[in-house]
């Protein structure tokens, strides 16, 4: 049976999407892609609850789906469905509903709705769930980046989000499944480990089982693993021993992404956050203490309810301060449910794009900064793929403080393939000029999933260029 396969949301949950994924094809279905020229007999939609238009996005994916083959299987899983519960099957367009922790049933829940189909719902309470739903993958579709689930659930409850109750309370994985993922991982070609977790700085707390920093220390002993990234983790975690011992491994990447939220005290009050700006001020400089010139990344809500044009003033004049590498920016957008939703004084959407569009121009600008304070300088590039920028072909990776940079080591077009400067021919060992365009074409895709030593000449666009020097 053909199965389609759509995810909306966050890392987690394409991490979880690839799961399942993976569960299908071991029993025997075939992926195919989500398209209207090529029917599937079942969809799954891992849908997203995070907003209030989020779940009209699930919704629409779900209809169209269903629009795509009336008679196909389609199921809605994830949060979603976690907060709907059985009213989702009121829905013409679902058939079968599978919540978050469910996931592993996948084919399992499919067996049973086609030999008997009353069987068309399992989701459970996760208010008072303890255990890890222990998805695995071996694969991905990236090549060179492979992100390992190691948590889920949160117990937070930040007045504007609804995933306390979408995934649960605090869940960490064992660390032994994460090590043997890990290896798998590298097995099949993975360099860049990134940890993820809906709450990740509090892996370990649930069973006292270890702690971030440790299966980071562990991970970092699997040979073949060269790069390991966090996901968001929250400000209050890094202390001055948990960055100092941070920055005793080597293969970690200094990009930390510390969720701010807002640089106003009084507004990540009413937010619900559990830190003020001084304590949010004083990690990054502890992180700045320990790592030479580290990436710091982070996201913003603009428009918060009552957020006024000071505050936001407060915000930006924070946002300043900290120079971040780069920043997404959010505006507040409702979610039915949540403490913040029901809050008086909600901010009229033209502020919100006023607001957000100032803090765009910032970003720009101190990205820019971050990324040309690296001009002149070598550092390690893990390539992934060929790029067309301008009309040009580039082998494109990552630095480790995740900087997208750029080397025109690759063919272009007719003559221009013969401008390749000596270094790069000796890099291509190519040994006759006939076939050196087919030589850089293979030497480019030679290159992918390899590190190399950059020079950065040149920047533009958000992209430095420079050339391979070892
Ligand atoms: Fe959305 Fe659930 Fe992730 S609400 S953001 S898919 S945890």
Redesign the pocket.
Known sequence: MKVAIHS???K??SYETASMTELLENNGYEIVPFSEENPADIYIIN????TNI?DRKSRQMLHRAKKMNPAAIVIAA??YVQEEGEDALKDDAVDIILGNNRKINICEVIDNYIKDNKLNCDCVDLSHEKSYENLLISKYNEQTRAYIKIQDGCNQFCSYC??PY??GRIRSREMEDIMLEAMRLVKSGFKEIVLTG?HLSSYGMDNGKGSLLQVIKDLSGIDGIERIRLGSIEPRIVTEEFARELSAIPKLCPHFHLSLQSGCDSVLKSMNRKYTTDEYYESVMLLRKYFDNPAITTDVIVGFPGESDEEHEITKAFLKKTAFYEMHIFKYSRRKGTVADKMPDQIPDSIKTRRSNELLILEKEMSDNYRKMHLGREMPVLFEEESDIDGKRYLTGFTMNYIRAAVDILYTDGDAADEINADVANELNADSTDNKTDAKVRKGNDLRGKIRRVRFLEYKNGILYGKIVD
């Open positions: 909306l949301g966050c987690v949950n849908t997203c609850s995070v989020a994830g949060c609804i995933i979408t995934r809906i």
